[in-house]
């Protein structure tokens, strides 16, 4: 096997060398101009493809039939196996590969996309190898690279594995990797390369600089390689600028373009840092609101952003309310980011609404999170634009109230064992003057029920301590910022005299030891009245 294998691997490298100039002169024939322009020229080409459902035109690839060109862009990636994979990672300083799997509809989607992206970065002239793996046929091979899933993408410089961290379409792909090996920027030369380029891209970043030299450029060029998504453009004309970013100001000016009505937005901020800018993109990229899906899930959720307002409303109301949410958001871009949830979309609601109680409503609701203090925080009135926007205000000046879940507050009237929810927590704990011995649980938790019957038998064991009080409390569905839960089911002794240090008793105690236990803790509470044994 091991001889047919590297007699394919010669075949393929063969081919791929018989193909290559074939590739570039195909692709450059038609343009005279400068390498940057045959830059925008190709991902224009590759936009085209996409727009038009992978249709292959003709008139961008010269006279070859779309056959033809489908099967080169997909010969240009290498099949790699087990004799070849060292090789291609050792002998070339950037390989992106492939793990796949045949069986995997997400590898055969992924396939093509990657190798239309191989097509366009061979035209650019990178030096990148996009190279793919069967990781079930060659799965020592696939482990050797550190393949676990499928499909998996593995950018190789020199030997060394990196993670890939770009989007999954062709023209993502071609972004990140020419980031990611020293072509991180597109230099536009003329009015003519700006317009070219404006006619098929809708998002970008722009920088304009006197010299493309000092400071403020090194920090942009550190931005653009540290980025995985937003193609970055550099000009050091203002003319040409001015057509990329209309409003454009200072000398050295950095701006993001996107495709909506707050198409602009720009970092006027003294001095560029690489930081800034990224804080700033993560600030600025999304949409003035993004409507949730599978897709963008992940992207939206790792945003670096603090402050998130999502709003969870069925299908039918999401469409009502986003122009009115675009406009509050507005008022707040670069501070906040908005979400919006279908709440009929399981996966993505259920999880957020449980934090709030709500994963059984099907209102409309409102909710927000403070990532630098961790706090969620609920619109408690009726969700109209004014009231939305207040809470916002609240939101970023800081003085909402953090929301803590609660049951409704329960009748305990000749109740043995209080019942305590996230509301009643201050009074019946902690401003209480009694000894308390509270009961954690969770309705999930299997070993809670013996807990429970002790707590019950202790209860009528001490029923004639005036000053010692029992409770329980469903942590799952009652939150408050003094009760820290570790493990299920807990059982915490709050003393008298001091609410804020609760003395955690082992839940796995015998109950005479616990009955114990809590003598020893009210005496030690200069507590005459606790004599009583079991
Ligand atoms: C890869 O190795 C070569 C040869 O040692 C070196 O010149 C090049 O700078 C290295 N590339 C990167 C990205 O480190
Ligand atoms: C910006 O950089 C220049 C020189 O690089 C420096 O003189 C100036 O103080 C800096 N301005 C700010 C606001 O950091
Ligand atoms: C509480 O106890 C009293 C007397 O023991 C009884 O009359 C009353 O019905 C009880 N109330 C409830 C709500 O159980």
Redo the contacts with the bound molecule.
Sequence with gaps: MSKSTSRFFLFSLILLLLLLPFIFTSVSSENEDTDDLEDIEELIALDEQEEEGENYESKDFGKQSEAEVLSKAQRIVLELNSDSTKRAIEENEYVLILGYAPWCSRSAELMPRFAEAANVLKGLGSDILLAKIDAERYPKAASTLGIKGFPTLLLFVNGSSHPYTGGFSSEEMVIWARKKTGAPVIRINSVTEANEFLKHHDMYAVGLFNKFE???YEEFINAAKADNEIQFLETSSTEISKVLYPAVLNPTFFGLVKSEPEQYTSLDD??LTADKILQFLDNNKFPLVTVVTELNSAKVYASSNKLQVHVFAEADDLKKLLEPLQDIAKKFKSKILFAAVDIGEDNLAKPFLTLFGLEDSEETAVVAFDYNSNFKYLLESDPTSSNIEDFCVGLVQGTLSPYYKSQAIPDNKNASILTVVGKTFDDVILSSPKNIILEVHAPWCITCETTSKQVEKLAKHFKGLNDLVFARIDASINEHPKLQVEEYPSLLFFPANDKSNPIKLSTKSSLKELAALINKNLKSREDPLAKDEL
Excluded: A, E
Aim: no cysteine.
């Design positions: 000092g400071p403020d003294g001095n």
